[in-house]
C-alpha cells in the first residue's frame, strides 16, 4: 500500500494534462489563428495582429480534464477602425463570429458577453477574447454592455510567475490540487480567483502538499478579499454575494477539519484512512491503493 505522500504524488500526475492534453491545447490555439488570419487579413479595416493563449492553459494551472481554452486575438486599430465600435463592442462581437462562421468548417460558434466560442465536438472548446491595444496599459476587450472595459492577461501571467519564483515551485502543483477541490465541491470559486488568493496567501510551498491544503481550508476564510494583480479588474470576490460566501466559509471550514482528521491518521501511520479522508475532499479518482 502506497503512503499519503505517495498517493499525493501520484494525484498531482493524474489532474495534471498530459501530453495528448497538451498538444490539444497548443493545436486549436494555432487553428483559431489560422481561422483568424483568413477572416480578418492585412487587408482588412482590422487586421489580426496576434493570437495567444491566456487564462489557466498559460499560466500552467489548468487541470484535466480541460474543459476550455481561453485565447487573446489582438486586432490591429487601422486607420482608427475602433472608434466604430466603442459603443458597439457587441456589434464587433458578433462580426466575429460572423466571419468564423464563414471561414472555418465548425458548426457551432456562439458570442457571448465578452468572446466568441468555438465548440468542438470533442476535447474543450475555445473561448475568443477580442481586444484592442490601449494607448496606455492594458487591452481595451467588450464589456457585455456595447462598452468596452480593460483587461491584461499577460500581466496577470507574469504577476503569477513571479509569485511562482518567490513561493517556490510547488506553487502550481497546489493551485491545481484545489481547483480539484472546487471542482467537487459546488464551484464556489471563480477560477482566476481562487489563483490569486492562493498565490497571495503563501510566503512558501513545500512538497507537503496535505500540510499546506490544510492551511489553505484554514486561512482561506480571512483571505478571500484579493484584487487583480493587473490593476484592472478590481476585487476578484465581487461576485460572492453574502449567501455564497457564508457557503464558502463553511465549505473550507468543514474540509479544514477533515483536512486535520486526515493528518493525524498520517502521523499516526493509517495511511488508509488518511487517503480515505482526503478522497473525500479531491474526489474518486484520488488513489486509496
Same mark, same amino acid.
Given at each position: 500500500m502506497t503512503t499519503t505522500a505517495q498517493a499525493f504524488d501520484t494525484f498531482i500526475s493524474i489532474i495534471a494534462l498530459t501530453d495528448a492534453q497538451k498538444a490539444d491545447v497548443s493545436g486549436k490555439r494555432a487553428k483559431t489563428e489560422e481561422y483568424l488570419r483568413a477572416?480578418?487579413?492585412?487587408?482588412?479595416?482590422? /487586421?489580426?495582429?496576434?493570437?495567444?493563449?491566456?487564462?489557466?492553459?498559460d499560466r500552467g494551472t489548468m487541470i484535466r480534464p480541460p474543459k476550455d481554452i481561453d485565447v487573446m486575438a489582438q486586432f490591429i486599430d487601422k486607420d482608427h477602425?475602433?472608434?466604430?465600435?466603442?459603443?458597439?463592442?457587441?456589434?464587433?462581437?458578433?462580426?466575429?463570429?460572423?466571419?468564423?462562421?464563414?471561414?472555418?468548417?465548425?458548426?457551432?460558434?456562439?458570442?457571448?458577453?465578452?468572446?466568441?466560442?468555438?465548440?468542438?465536438t470533442a476535447g474543450p472548446y475555445v473561448d475568443i477574447a477580442p481586444v484592442f491595444k490601449w494607448t496606455g496599459n492594458g487591452y481595451a476587450l467588450p464589456a457585455g454592455d456595447g462598452t468596452w472595459m480593460t483587461t491584461d492577461p499577460e500581466a496577470q501571467a507574469t504577476w503569477l510567475a513571479g509569485r511562482k519564483s518567490t513561493v517556490g515551485a510547488s506553487l502550481r502543483p497546489l493551485i491545481r490540487l484545489i481547483k480539484r477541490w472546487n471542482d467537487c465541491h459546488s464551484r464556489h470559486f471563480h477560477s482566476y480567483h481562487l489563483e490569486v488568493a492562493v498565490a497571495s496567501m503563501f510566503k512558501t510551498v513545500g512538497s507537503?502538499?496535505?500540510?499546506?491544503?490544510?492551511?489553505?481550508?484554514?486561512?482561506? /476564510?480571512?483571505?478571500?478579499?484579493?484584487?487583480? /494583480?493587473?490593476?484592472?479588474?478590481?476585487?476578484?470576490?465581487?461576485?460572492?454575494?453574502?449567501?455564497?460566501?457564508?457557503?464558502?466559509?463553511a465549505r473550507l471550514s468543514s474540509a479544514s477539519d477533515r483536512a486535520k482528521m486526515a493528518l493525524a491518521a498520517e502521523t499516526a501511520g493509517n495511511h488508509e484512512e488518511a487517503k480515505r479522508l482526503w478522497a473525500l475532499e479531491l474526489g474518486g479518482d484520488f488513489p486509496l491503493g
Open positions: 477572416a480578418f487579413p492585412a487587408s482588412s479595416d482590422v /487586421p489580426l495582429n496576434r493570437v495567444v493563449l491566456i487564462g489557466s492553459a477602425a475602433f472608434e466604430k465600435y466603442r459603443y458597439k463592442s457587441g456589434d464587433f462581437l458578433q462580426r466575429l463570429r460572423t466571419a468564423l462562421s464563414a471561414n472555418t468548417q465548425i458548426a457551432q460558434i456562439g458570442a457571448r458577453g465578452q468572446a466568441v466560442r468555438l465548440f468542438y507537503n502538499y496535505r500540510e499546506a491544503l490544510q492551511m489553505f481550508f484554514e486561512v482561506a /476564510p480571512s483571505h478571500l478579499s484579493v484584487v487583480d /494583480p493587473a490593476g484592472h479588474s478590481g476585487q476578484l470576490d465581487d461576485y460572492l454575494t453574502w449567501d455564497k460566501r457564508q457557503a464558502l466559509v
